[in-house]
């Protein structure tokens, strides 16, 4: 499986122009990415990185943040709880120690994944970020409390989501892409604001809501309680919410949310989706890139089909 990729367009010369995707700036030479948060550099030492179209970080912050206590996993009958809390070194270090490493290392553009407090403060930390070479976009986080609106998430709020983005937009040519929040009440309301703002495109699903309990204790799972769930359970709600953000909006969608098979790829792709990114199935089979990338290309060599040709025709 070391060269899926490889193999497949040695054995299909057309494979490679089959699999190609673009995602507002970039070009993509597979339509798979890895979700933030769910896979590092390590993870690719199991296969070959070219099954990968970019590659996603960690979220940064602008300060280094510890995270929170565990325990913080739990593995549910469907799918995985998390209350990481964003534990990352912060962008000073991420700078000056994480980014030379995925400089020299990542044969593929490289998406910086950023979370702010304030619409100033993320437009800090991109300003400080569009100094530094190799990075070709930016995944913006907005799932977490905006401290100027009261602690309000600013992604359920699409005024704010607007405000942020066109704020962000004068910043950078480089990919912008706005990660929002599954937890709001109208999903395309909420894409729309970030299109207007001039996202290149959006990404969706962060984690929902989650809880476990010890039915024999009483015990919460997970040490702060309420936690983000992720994983195959999911996929249903993510399913349709990429589709309700494709009809609502052109920019192009990176969708996840329990995608671990390429026929989950391809349930996406159909909902409306240009990209998709593997999270949770990092965890529990650490080949899922390349055999998703498989069985796409040979599902799209044997239709003669492209993704372009299949995304957002779901039959209704
Ligand atoms: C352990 C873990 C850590 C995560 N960390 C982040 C993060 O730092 N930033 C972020 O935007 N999403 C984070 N996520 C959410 C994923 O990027 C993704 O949106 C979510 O897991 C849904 O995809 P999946 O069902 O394929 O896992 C994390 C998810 C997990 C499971």
Not at 52 to 74: M, Q, S, W
Not at 135 to 159: D, H, L, M, R, T
Not at 258 to 273: H, P, S, V
Request: net charge neutral; glycine share 8%; with cysteine.
């Amino acid at each position: 499986m070391g060269t899926a990729i490889n193999e497949l367009c040695k054995k299909r010369p057309n494979a490679s122009e089959l699999l190609h995707s673009k995602l507002g700036v970039l070009e993509l030479k597979t339509p798979l990415t890895v979700a933030s948060g769910t896979f590092d550099l390590e993870n690719l030492e199991f296969f070959d990185p070219a099954c990968l179209g970019a590659f996603v970080c960690k979220t940064i912050t602008r300060l280094p943040k510890k995270g929170n206590p565990p325990p913080r996993l739990y593995e549910t009958e469907a799918g995985l709880l998390n209350s990481i809390g964003l534990q990352n070194p912060g962008l000073d270090a991420f700078i000056a120690e994480k980014l030379p490493v995925y400089r020299e290392q990542l044969r593929m553009p490289l998406i910086v994944s950023v979370s702010g407090s304030s619409i100033a403060e993320f437009a800090e930390m991109i300003e400080k970020l569009e100094a530094c070479a190799g990075i070709s976009g930016y995944e913006i986080n907005i799932s977490c409390p905006n401290v100027e609106n009261e602690g309000i998430a600013f992604g359920v709020s699409s005024e704010i989501v607007y405000q942020l983005v066109h704020r962000l937009s004068a910043l950078t040519q480089r990919e912008l892409c706005i990660k929002l929040s599954p937890n709001v009440s109208d999903i395309a309301e909420i894409a729309r604001a970030a299109e207007a703002g001039k996202a290149s495109s959006i990404a969706l699903i962060n984690s929902i809501y989650g809880m476990a309990i010890d039915y024999r204790t009483g015990k919460s799972r997970i040490k702060k309680g309420v936690a983000g769930y992720t994983g195959i359970g999911i996929k249903p709600v993510a399913l349709a919410l990429t589709h309700k953000a494709a009809e609502a909006v052109k920019i192009p969608i990176l969708a996840m949310g329990g995608i671990y098979t390429w026929q989950d790829a391809l349930e996406f792709i159909w909902a409306g989706a240009s990209a998709i990114a593997l999270g949770t199935a990092n965890f529990i089979n650490p080949l899922a890139a390349p055999e998703l990338i498989m069985g796409l290309g040979e599902f799209l060599l044997e239709r003669q089909l492209s993704i372009s040709e299949i995304r957002g025709k779901v039959v209704i």
